[in-house]
């Protein structure tokens, strides 16, 4: 967010012919402005008064376009509309009308620092942290339960569903950033607008991802025995189902207030949404999870009930397809938003195979798994936020600002070049030891999982920590990038793709951390030992 008295100058480019020029706006204004025709209504910052500047008073000298103010927004009529600034030639040319900020934006650089970054993303990441803890112990405890003993495909289906904070959660909480940042939810109306609609997206997106992990888990069940459990089906398809919608559904309400009261208390939202997400969303998540199969199992021999969660969900879908389809904000995302939701969870449920293996030779490895995903996928969320966010504000959609113009960078620019991009990611890889250190004593402290907390121990799993992050950070990079120059919004489609990853190289790397742990010590289910 950039703050209204920092804001110096922008500067919009007009097609008019073949002529393009700049007009610079200078002096500390409000960013928001509305367009009626060839006119612009403008508020002062200092003074809160309105004026209504029209192209008229352009061309007869009467207003100074050097004294203006910052418009956020100005919007044309399709109509053909004649413009003249410093002696260019009239020209009415429909093809090239479209609005200012269009055409070319440069904002200047917020001079964020590391202290400034890490001040604020520090805290958010914390709560994270605690809240994988939490989803960790929950997920040390639940599996001894019988469910997760006769149904041991749930495991698959663990990373898939806990991901969906990064298909969808954090997705919305990457949309609703970027509009707050570009001052799309200063308004009650526009709120209300962005909340239902984005809603009503990730309860579709939220129904149909839950079915397909479901079916991919379904999948991977059959396929080593040859034999298919109807039973089992059923109760994977109902929870994996019913656990998306409801979480989906608390989660983005609490993501809506998150990023209105960051608004509201200028704070970047970037900095604060996504990791707020993620410390709710895996607990949450987990949690009815294991709930609801709970329940599911209980009625294991009765399939009429796991058949009527699954048509009322499914019955429900046409609704909330509608409702995202006549919103402005969410029409595209829901044509066009599906492959990388459906990737990430084919992604994450491969994470999860590895997962089911795993967990049957090393107990201790369920209450790290929701931490070391999470954390690396609350972080590089962050990252690919913040410059989602950063080529909203500078350019077009398809074209790199002068600043920020290399697809691809070598990983040491990445990581310690000038840019506020490799600041923010210096800032995010040094958090990574430090939290999981507080994390894994957390862990110890309240005596749950069942693996030593050593020094060998620490120096393996810090070491697959801070490798899964160093390569998630580097992608987000070139990946955020590469989108913006295909024009792929990156708010909805990079972090699928990224914390999907995350969640495969976290368990990957924590399973052979555990394999070497184990082949380095006394062989028992203690690897820390």
């Not at 708010?491 to 399973?511: E, F, H, K, M, V």
Request: contains cysteine; hydrophobic residues 50%.
């Amino acid at each position: 967010m950039i703050p209204t008295n920092k804001m110096r100058q922008l500067v919009f480019t007009m097609s008019s012919g073949h002529h393009s020029k700049g007009i610079a706006f200078r002096r500390k204004m409000v960013p928001r402005a509305s367009s009626d025709g060839d006119h612009l209504l403008a508020t002062n910052a200092d003074s809160g008064d309105d004026k209504d500047f029209s192209d008229g008073d352009f061309k007869s000298g009467k207003s100074d376009v050097m004294d203006a103010l910052i418009p956020h927004t100005f919007h044309k009529e399709s109509k053909p509309v004649s413009w003249t600034f410093d002696g260019d030639q009239n020209a009415t040319d429909t093809d090239s009308h479209r609005s200012l900020l269009e055409e070319q934006i440069v904002i200047p650089d917020t001079k964020e620092t590391m202290l400034s970054i890490a001040l604020q993303v520090f805290v958010p990441f914390l709560i994270a942290g605690f809240g994988t803890v939490g989803a960790g112990l929950v997920l040390d405890v639940v599996q001894h339960w019988e469910v997760f003993r006769v149904v041991s495909e749930i495991f698959i289906l663990v990373p898939a569903l806990l991901g969906l904070k990064g298909n969808l959660e954090m997705t919305l909480a990457s949309r609703l950033s970027t509009q707050a940042n570009l001052g799309h939810m200063d308004t009650f109306k526009e709120q209300w607008k962005l909340a239902t609609g984005n809603l009503a997206l990730i309860q579709c997106q939220a129904i149909v991802v839950g079915f397909l992990a479901s079916l991919f888990a379904m999948i991977m069940d059959w396929i080593p025995e040859g034999q298919f459990n109807v039973e089992h089906a059923l109760l994977l398809c109902a929870a994996s189902i019913v656990t998306a919608s409801l979480a989906s559904f608390i989660l983005g309400c609490v993501m809506v207030l998150v990023v209105i009261c960051s608004r509201k208390c200028h704070i970047n939202p970037d900095n604060v949404a996504t990791p707020i997400a993620a410390s709710l969303g895996d607990l949450t998540t987990l949690s009815l999870l294991a709930g609801i199969c709970n329940v599911l199992f209980r009625k294991l021999d009765s399939p009429r009930f796991a058949i009527s969660v699954i048509s009322l969900f499914m019955l429900l879908l046409p609704f909330w397809i509608i409702v995202a389809r006549r919103n402005k904000y969410t029409r595209e995302v829901l044509n066009s938003g599906w492959t990388p939701v459906i990737s990430a969870m084919l992604i994450s449920s491969f994470g999860g195979c590895i997962l089911d293996f795993a967990v049957d030779r090393f107990y201790g490895i369920a209450v790290f798994q929701p931490v070391i995903n999470g954390v690396g996928g609350n972080l590089v969320a962050v990252q690919a936020s913040r410059i989602s966010t950063y080529l909203h504000q500078r350019s077009k959609l398809g074209v790199l600002p002068p600043d920020d113009a290399d697809l691809c960078k070598d990983p040491i620019s990445a990581f310690f070049g000038k840019s506020i991009h490799a600041t923010t990611a210096r800032v995010l890889l040094l958090m990574v030891i430090p939290g999981h250190l507080v994390f894994t004593y957390g862990i110890r402290f309240v005596n749950a999982g069942h693996t030593s907390v050593t020094a060998m121990f620490l120096m393996f799993y810090l070491l697959a920590a801070v490798i899964q992050v160093a390569i998630l950070l580097y992608a987000a990079h070139v990946m955020v990038h590469w989108m913006w120059v295909k024009h792929i919004d990156p708010d909805n489609s990079a972090i699928p793709y990224l914390t999907a990853l995350g969640d495969l190289l976290g368990t990957a790397l924590l399973a052979l951390a555990f394999m070497i742990l184990y082949e380095v010590g006394d062989k028992d289910f203690d690897v820390g030992e």
